[in-house]
């Protein structure tokens, strides 16, 4: 079958600018917007479906282990803020500040939500009495603000939209139990939904959450060798219990601070699929989250009973239960072709006159383009291969390419040649923050995190050459 | 069978203090709380599991007519927001400011969003061109500000959530018809969902959203007999499309500005739905926005295979596809029936060790209180019928009570006498602004709407007695 597809050359190829290919994508598939708020984006229809895809995932995930969803006010007064010191100073540089109300100057000046730790721990000090008041496992939908300097669509924002996961547990155990709990959650969201492969670990103290005892995330590798914090959970223990006063009685009688969690994932997880799946010819979506998993293109669509049929075939998929459109507008099929890879919608099923005398469509795959012929009654079910197959073919593709961009390193020059290439540099680690510093000050590279897959691959840290028992990935990173 | 209810007696009795009562049921049956930042409130993981059924329903009905989900910025720069003049005079003296971001003063100060009219057209300026980018038909799920003096749980706060539509439509007609289908959607969503019939219409012109040529409103009766305006519809014309300087090419090939709407409501329907419904006991909720639909409640819980059997039956009712929970904890089943009764859920199931016996669970309905024995085997089938009887029983009540609580009224002195009744005085009136602004001096009452429903009963107006053709509806209103 002639291979009639418009390269869509509208774009900037990965190779020649990455970043630029990132933008590009972002604006052409109609993800996103600028605003006139600076460094705020709109999230337009085809990236909020994204997101919506993800929501559905997480709230059904969440609620099935016991989250129930709130809502907390969108700002802090700075008095409460302040509560918590290593926490306030974390996130001070990088609040927006309202200070008027109405015609009214505001004594206690507004911050609006970075995150929202202090208001659940407020509303957690009044609610929580006895040890029967808990574990009490809060989630909430919303957008936080952070007043960032350089932004990028999805990556890093002025605002963005996320979830926070906010716990309060009775023992410290549970709480802990609670923090990895979620972060297989969100391990969970990579392999079935995004096909994102991530590298599972715990933060160094040096990149923890302000205010954490621990802090746990989910890093992606980038195709451009840069790592991406998709995710993370935070284990806090007491401290902000104490700072705020919330107490139980224990089924002992005693009077306690209950332990807590929180964690997140953000519309960042967009930027992540984008960037991991998408090739010169703009997105490529997993299955899962595509807001159209198949489109019906009509091919000679001016010939009779061929709009008909691709509307039929149409019909039949979403009555299967896919996302499924039928582009029958009057543009060209080329164009069409062009603009739905585009969008990465992950099968194209072309019709024309010719398949429909031998009852058969073609199927195209997004994701490495192959075409079949498949006939119409055997469609569906084809369907549901396929999509299992392209999914699998995205998370293995990625997989392999994270596994082929980690580099063994023993010394500093293997590790600034490692870094120099890009991607993961897994290494030996004495635990020391000033060999880190050190990292970060030659390189530029942070510990992204210490894998929970803890396989030793030497004996001394390459920093300071003593003794060493920790493995660690250190990466540039966004 | 012994009537073993627990009355509780811990909240203000509705004739007694209304308000009290309505602030009592908020608090007591966990739908909210008071936050440390005045005038906003936290929604608890009951009163947010209400908003969850309610944006089910109407995403859905959004998505099946067409329409798209978005986000934009919860900001607006004060420069951008000054475009439209109506408008910003409307908004201005409720918004909160942001003047701070990071350690900076902002050149161009941030109101956080009372409404996003301007942001939608600013967006919208840039992505229309062409009458093929017609009609755009967005919706947005978020919290806005506005700055309120005095608040009141879910009625009127500092920051509520709600969704709201903005639409852009090449023709004038396409716009009109967009407004008033929306208030359809709202008008589906009390009679289908919350069980409260609105009284659907027009507002006056003084009555209408600031910069819109029509508002329309679906108003409901509270049971102290004032109006609630529990949602909107809007047509502007294309007067913003003019100040935000959208245009589009006709087929035609004449650059034409696009006509607008926008519609929302918002977690007010929370309060209409527990006023509306709620009893001396609590809340009464309507099965369909119910968090949870049945409880199952042990009683003799301590004999044998009591609590297996009341989990078996819950069990039974999950996989018919309700929410259902069985409450086995050592509390007695008097408190267990006051409390459920206070969460206003539809449906008590009891079951005993004689019911067991029997193989029969005893059902209570919590709008009206009555028991019927049902044997095991019929359960599904019967809550299944009754679910249905206890929507419409709740809905007859209302309507009842609406219907009870207007008066027509044909002279000042009736108006008075009505207002002072509570309810709506349906009366004639000339259409001008001078009587309206009478009737709100001397009474407080305002006009809620010009109803859909126009059988006039007079001919004159009761303030000028003069020629009058338009029905409407006045009552005094949160």
Same mark, same amino acid.
């Given at each position: 079958?002639?291979?009639?597809?418009?390269?869509?050359?509208?774009? =900037?190829?990965?190779?020649?600018?990455?970043?630029?290919?990132?933008?590009?994508?972002?604006?052409?598939?109609?993800?996103?917007?600028?605003?006139?708020?600076?460094?705020?984006?709109?999230?337009?229809?085809?990236?909020?479906?994204?997101?919506?895809?993800?929501?559905?995932?997480?709230?059904?995930?969440?609620?099935?282990?016991?989250?129930?969803?709130?809502?907390?006010?969108?700002?802090?007064?700075?008095?409460?803020?302040?509560?918590?010191?290593?926490?306030?100073?974390?996130?001070?540089?990088?609040? $927006?500040?309202?200070?008027?109300?109405?015609?009214?100057?505001?004594?206690?000046?507004?911050?609006?939500?970075?995150?929202?730790?202090?208001?659940?721990?407020?509303?957690? /000090?009044?609610?929580?009495?006895?040890?029967?008041?808990?574990?009490?496992?809060?989630?909430?939908?919303?957008?936080?603000?952070?007043?960032?300097?350089?932004?990028?669509?999805?990556?890093?924002?002025?605002?963005?939209?996320?979830?926070?996961?906010? =716990?309060?547990?009775?023992?410290?155990?549970?709480?802990?139990?609670?923090?990895?709990?979620?972060?297989?959650?969100?391990?969970?969201?990579?392999?079935?939904?995004?096909?994102?492969? %991530?590298?599972?670990?715990?933060?160094?103290?040096?990149?923890?959450?302000?205010?954490?005892?621990?802090?746990?995330?989910?890093?992606?590798?980038?195709?451009?060798?840069?790592?991406?914090?998709?995710?993370?959970?935070?284990?806090?223990?007491?401290? %902000?219990?104490?700072? %705020?006063?919330?107490?139980?009685?224990?089924?002992?009688?005693?009077?306690?601070?209950?332990?807590?969690?929180?964690?997140?994932?953000?519309?960042?997880?967009?930027?992540?699929?984008?960037?991991?799946?998408?090739?010169?010819?703009?997105?490529?979506?997993?299955?899962?989250?595509?807001?159209?998993?198949?489109?019906?293109?009509?091919?000679?669509?001016?010939?009779?009973?061929?709009?008909?049929?691709?509307?039929?075939?149409?019909?039949?998929?979403?009555?299967?239960?896919?996302?499924?459109?039928?582009?029958?507008?009057?543009?060209?099929?080329?164009?069409?072709?062009?603009?739905?890879?585009?969008?990465?919608?992950?099968?194209?099923?072309?019709?024309?006159?010719?398949?429909?005398?031998?009852?058969?469509?073609?199927?195209?795959?997004?994701?490495?383009?192959?075409?079949?012929?498949?006939?119409?009654?055997?469609?569906?079910?084809?369907?549901?291969?396929?999509?299992? =197959?392209?999914?699998?073919?995205?998370?293995?593709? /990625?997989?392999?390419? $994270?596994?082929?961009?980690?580099?063994?390193?023993?010394?500093?020059?293997?590790?600034?040649?490692?870094?120099?290439?890009?991607?993961?540099?897994?290494?030996?680690?004495?635990?020391?923050?000033?060999?880190?510093?050190?990292?970060?000050?030659?390189?530029?590279?942070?510990?992204?995190?210490?894998? %929970?897959?803890?396989?030793?691959?030497?004996?001394?840290?390459?920093?300071?050459?003593?003794?060493?028992?920790?493995?660690?990935?250190?990466?540039?990173?966004?």
């Amino acid at each position: 079958m002639e291979n009639n597809q418009i390269k869509n050359n509208s774009i =900037t190829r990965q190779e020649d600018d990455f970043a630029q290919w990132y933008t590009d994508v972002c604006k052409k598939a109609e993800l996103m917007d600028y605003s006139s708020v600076k460094g705020f984006i709109i999230y337009r229809p085809y990236g909020y479906a994204i997101w919506e895809q993800i929501q559905k995932y997480l709230d059904k995930r969440f609620k099935e282990s016991g989250h129930e969803n709130v809502y907390m006010p969108m700002v802090i007064p700075a008095s409460l803020f302040q509560k918590e010191k290593e926490h306030v100073e974390g996130f001070a540089p990088e609040c $927006l500040i309202a200070t008027k109300g109405g015609k009214e100057e505001l004594d206690d000046h507004l911050i609006v939500r970075p995150t929202s730790e202090v208001l659940f721990c407020d509303h957690y /000090a009044k609610i929580i009495n006895s040890y029967r008041d808990l574990p009490k496992l809060y989630n909430q939908w919303c957008s936080v603000v952070r007043w960032e300097k350089t932004t990028r669509p999805f990556l890093r924002g002025a605002e963005f939209l996320w979830q926070e996961g906010h =716990t309060m547990h009775a023992s410290e155990e549970e709480a802990r139990t609670e923090t990895l709990k979620m972060l297989e959650v969100y391990d969970d969201l990579g392999r079935d939904v995004l096909a994102i492969p %991530f590298s599972k670990g715990r933060k160094t103290d040096k990149e923890k959450f302000s205010g954490a005892l621990e802090t746990y995330s989910i890093e992606a590798l980038m195709p451009d060798g840069k790592a991406l914090q998709c995710g993370t959970t935070h284990y806090f223990g007491n401290g %902000f219990a104490k700072a %705020f006063g919330i107490q139980f009685q224990s089924k002992e009688g005693k009077l306690e601070n209950p332990y807590q969690t929180s964690w997140g994932v953000s519309t960042r997880l967009i930027g992540a699929t984008i960037m991991v799946h998408g090739d010169d010819n703009g997105l490529v979506l997993p299955p899962e989250v595509a807001p159209i998993q198949i489109i019906v293109i009509p091919v000679a669509a001016n010939k009779p009973g061929v709009i008909p049929a691709a509307r039929e075939v149409a019909q039949k998929l979403v009555d299967a239960g896919y996302r499924c459109k039928v582009d029958d507008s009057d543009k060209t099929p080329g164009w069409k072709f062009s603009e739905y890879e585009m969008k990465g919608v992950p099968l194209r099923v072309e019709i024309g006159p010719r398949d429909i005398e031998k009852g058969q469509v073609v199927i195209a795959k997004r994701n490495d383009g192959s075409k079949i012929f498949c006939p119409i009654e055997e469609l569906a079910d084809k369907v549901h291969q396929l999509m299992k =197959t392209i999914h699998q073919e995205m998370y293995e593709k /990625a997989y392999k390419y $994270l596994l082929d961009h980690t580099t063994d390193v023993h010394t500093m020059e293997e590790l600034n040649a490692a870094l120099e290439k890009g991607g993961y540099s897994k290494m030996m680690w004495c635990g020391n923050q000033d060999c880190e510093d050190k990292i970060k000050e030659l390189t530029n590279a942070t510990a992204r995190c210490l894998p %929970f897959n803890q396989i030793p691959n030497g004996e001394t840290c390459p920093v300071c050459g003593k003794k060493a028992s920790k493995v660690v990935l250190f990466a540039k990173a966004y």
